[in-house]
């Protein structure tokens, strides 16, 4: 397959766009072919007051890591990826943006929408399903998406009301596809009974789903 098949193989079912304010500094990731990659924290508007602070993964082919931006508006385009860091005896998922096409922009339009995906995967674990104590309906799910060369990424997604009701009777195997926004979410993880570390997970809150027959 030529690359630019391989391209819009990747683009298709796996889709993100960002748009939010720079606050951290750029911090080396890893080099793949002499290529730096480097991590940065993009603060994301949600419609109410709140933000979401989104890791992001960017090539210093792409911009120069080595300027401060904090405190400008980058939009970002690429995928929502996942991979298994080894830490306490375990794996942890690990989220991040990764990021194909990079822009300044001005300010934030408020038409436009600053934190949009689309997946297109298949459900690898059963859905959990549950109300909260106000009543308030959710279903978790775990959809992997493909890759190419093998790969896939694991993004956990979670679903309200209809539409968790819906996801609750999905099968292990399922091809879904869904359209959402990256939400950031802090918690407590207790390390043994004297610790708890404050750590950030990542998911895709789902706005719209289908379920597609094989």
């Known amino acids: 397959m030529p690359d630019n ?3 819009y ?3 298709e079912n796996n ?3 960002i748009i939010g304010e720079i606050i951290s500094d750029f911090t080396f990731s890893h080099e793949v072919y002499g290529e730096g990659f480097y991590m940065v924290d ?10 979401d602070i989104i ?3 960017i090539s210093e082919r792409l911009l120069d890591v080595t300027r401060d931006y904090k405190g400008e508006m980058l939009q970002v385009f690429g995928q929502f990826r996942s991979y298994n860091r080894h830490e306490e005896k375990k794996n942890r998922l690990v989220l991040s943006i ?4 990079v822009s300044f922009v001005e300010e934030e339009n408020e038409k436009v929408k600053s934190n949009q995906i689309f997946l297109d995967g298949y459900i690898c674990k059963p859905p959990v399903y549950r109300r909260t104590p106000l009543g308030r309906e959710i279903a ?3 959809l992997a998406v493909n890759r190419p060369y093998g790969k896939s990424d ?3 997604c979670i679903c309200w009301g209809r539409n968790a009701r819906f996801a609750s009777g999905f099968q292990v195997g399922g091809h879904v596809q869904i359209w959402g926004r990256i939400q950031s979410r802090e918690y407590l993880k207790r390390l043994d009974d004297e610790t708890t570390q404050k750590r950030v997970a990542y998911e895709v809150s789902v706005s719209k789903l289908e379920y597609l027959e094989e």
């Open 15 to 17: 889709q993100v766009t």
């Open 140 to 142: 978790d799910m775990l």
């Open 5 to 7: 098949a391989q391209h």
């Open 55 to 57: 890791p992001v993964m």
């Open 42 to 51: 993009i603060s994301v508007k949600r419609l109410s007051e709140s933000y």
């Open 154 to 156: 694991y993004i956990p």
């Open 98 to 101: 990764f990021a194909r096409e």
């Open 9 to 11: 193989q990747i683009i």
